[in-house]
């Protein structure tokens, strides 16, 4: 899932933070999750990676595997965020684009389902993980890329937990400015963190949000630990 944990950074070309769920990306530190990475375990979050074949025609997008980011704590004056005593034993992530539109998944399996209820707890579960995540994403902007607004999102749950997150920015263009939604849904099952995000122009969301969440299902489907 993500928590936001990772920030990928993508938009009609342009570099854009992109906040995710459950864990959140923020000033590098020593509070971030341990890793310990097994043979089976990083099969498992391969199993539940996007595939071209699940957005269309493989020819359409281009992309593929990249670097799965450890998240450092969100921290602000009310809220800091533990991560150090969480350890990660399975990790990937994937990005796929074309004209106007990114897709991308990542997952984390945590070594137990404890420390995936106390990732849980801690953050999305505190009631000022929110506010805390705004802020920061909000703060965000460039000359190039404003940040218009970060809300969350109400959806149908999907797995064992959900929660998603949407960031509206406005865009410079060499055609002027484009309103870019960019999508974050993360879902639990078992020990299985998945993230699922999106970035397109707003005026697609009709077309796009109901994808989203068909694909959210199909991926946690495939969750095996």
């Not at 897709?103 to 984390?108: D, G, N, R």
Request: aromatic share 6%; hydrophobic share 45%.
């Amino acid at each position: 899932m993500t928590h936001p944990r990772i920030s990928h950074r993508w938009a009609l070309g342009i570099a854009l933070a992109v906040a995710l769920p459950f864990a959140a990306t923020a000033t590098a530190n020593s509070n971030t999750y341990k890793l310990a990475l097994t043979t089976p375990d990083s099969a498992a979050a391969r199993a539940v990676m996007l595939e071209k074949t699940d957005i269309g025609s493989p020819s359409d997008w281009q992309g593929g595997a990249t670097k799965h980011d450890v998240a450092t704590a969100l921290s602000c004056a009310n809220f800091h965020l533990r991560l150090s005593d969480l350890v990660i034993t399975g990790e990937a992530a994937v990005s796929f684009r074309q004209a106007g539109i990114v897709m991308a998944s990542s997952a984390e399996v945590f070594q137990t389902p404890r420390m995936v209820a106390l990732d849980l707890q801690r953050s999305v579960d505190s009631p000022h993980f929110f506010s805390c995540l705004r802020s920061l994403v909000l703060k965000t902007s460039s000359a190039k890329a404003r940040v218009v607004s970060f809300r969350k999102l109400v959806f149908p749950t999907t797995g064992e937990r959900s929660v998603g997150f949407r960031e509206l920015i406005d865009v410079k263009t060499a055609n002027g400015t484009v309103r870019v939604a960019s999508d974050s849904l993360s879902t639990v099952k078992g020990r299985t963190e998945l993230s699922l995000e999106t970035t397109t122009p707003v005026a697609s969301l009709p077309t796009i949000w109901p994808n989203e969440l068909v694909l959210l299902a199909q991926l946690v489907n495939r969750a095996r630990v």
